[in-house]
């Protein structure tokens, strides 16, 4: 998965919990990205970083937030965890091309 | 109406079958095209990267884009079980930011 980990793999919480999901790259790539995967919807991109301290918002940003202190690491927060964000989070990295390389995903599940 | 549609199948093939998996879009903007294999709880991983029009030959894969006609496709050729999975058309207009995914076709190669 070109040097990218996620953690957890797998978490069950309940509404209104908050959660934090990190993705860790190896590969030193400049630009990360947090997806989310749903049926019917395909990839959906969250946020995504250009570069330390540097995210913007992607087309499903609500209810989610982002941080990047480390080129290596990427975080992703949901404040209040809701039913609807139940799915499956990609962490993607690339090195300025288009090409972006998913990490192993997050299985998340609210109650 | 969806920037990219992709028939969500499930497509069923013999094995040794040639495949054909197509996507189309609406964004004349777009001049990289990509595809990604999905299996099953994984991640996403690059198949094939394209610029703009033409056909890009990979072992038994080949991809084809027709600006002209806003569609793309992904041969497969001599179709092995291994190949089932998920294929994602991908696809932007360049640069870090968004690239735009279509939902995914599930392909099940029959021994």
């Known amino acids: 998965d070109a040097g990218i980990t996620q953690s957890p793999r797998h978490k069950v919480t309940e509404t209104g919990t908050p959660v934090t999901l990190r993705c860790h790259q190896t590969?030193?790539?400049?630009?990360m990205y947090w997806y989310r995967q749903d049926p019917g919807h395909g990839l959906r991109l969250i946020h995504y970083?250009?570069?330390?301290?540097?995210?913007d918002k992607g087309e499903v940003s609500d209810g989610y937030s982002v941080s990047r202190s480390k080129t290596e690491d990427f975080l992703l927060t949901l404040e209040s965890a809701t039913s609807s964000q139940t799915s499956v989070y990609f962490c993607?990295?690339?090195?300025?091309?288009?090409?972006?390389?998913f990490g192993p995903g997050t299985r998340l599940t609210v109650l | 109406q969806k920037e990219v549609e992709q028939d969500p199948g499930p497509l069923s093939v013999p094995e040794g079958a040639i495949v054909s998996l197509n996507c189309t879009y609406s964004n004349s903007a777009f001049q990289y095209f990509m595809w990604y294999r999905q299996y099953s709880r994984k991640g996403p991983e690059l198949l094939m990267y394209t610029y703009s029009s033409g056909n890009k030959e990979d072992g038994r894969f080949t991809a084809q884009v027709d600006k002209s006609s806003k569609y793309i496709s992904l041969f497969i050729r001599d179709s092995q079980p291994s190949d089932s999975a998920t294929y994602l058309c991908a696809m932007n207009s360049g640069g870090y930011q968004k690239v735009t995914f279509g939902t995914g076709t599930k392909l099940q190669v029959i021994p």
């Open positions: 993607a990295i690339s090195g300025g091309t288009n090409e972006q390389f």
């Open positions: 590969e030193n790539h400049r630009y």
């Open positions: 970083s250009y570069g330390v301290k540097d995210t």
